[in-house]
């Protein structure tokens, strides 16, 4: 008696890996939009220079913004802001705030993967 096997765990890999990319960029810009409703906005340069990057290697995801004035803007609190829905520490807060919003999206976009 003999048995056939098919394997295809390179093909799962690779399908896994694809998923957790994207749900990963998802999740950095899905912040980015967020961040940038209670960033200090004047005339928008600020929010222009949000941007993301994706380590599809280390799966490592980064929200910046790209401006010499950005981490002032951020990390002084006595700033006075034009914009009244703007906070300190808007990108901070935001990510604090959302966390597990973007823990379940990657959850359930890797389970589905899983399928």
Do not use: C
Request: aromatic share 10%; net charge negative; hydrophobic share 30%.
């Amino acid at each position: 008696m003999s048995v056939f096997m098919r394997w295809y765990g390179d093909d799962v890999k690779k399908k896994i890996q694809e998923a957790q990319v994207k749900a990963l960029r998802d999740s950095v810009e899905y912040l980015l939009t967020e961040a940038n409703k209670t960033n200090p906005y004047r005339e928008g340069t600020l929010e222009r220079s949000g941007s993301t990057d994706v380590d599809e290697l280390s799966l490592q995801g980064s929200v910046y913004y790209d401006t010499p004035y950005a981490i002032r803007m951020h990390e002084e609190p006595g700033l006075r802001y034009t914009d009244p829905k703007a906070r300190w520490k808007w990108l901070e807060l935001t990510v604090n705030e959302q966390a597990d919003r973007v823990v379940e999206y990657i959850r359930r976009h890797l389970e589905e993967a899983h399928k």
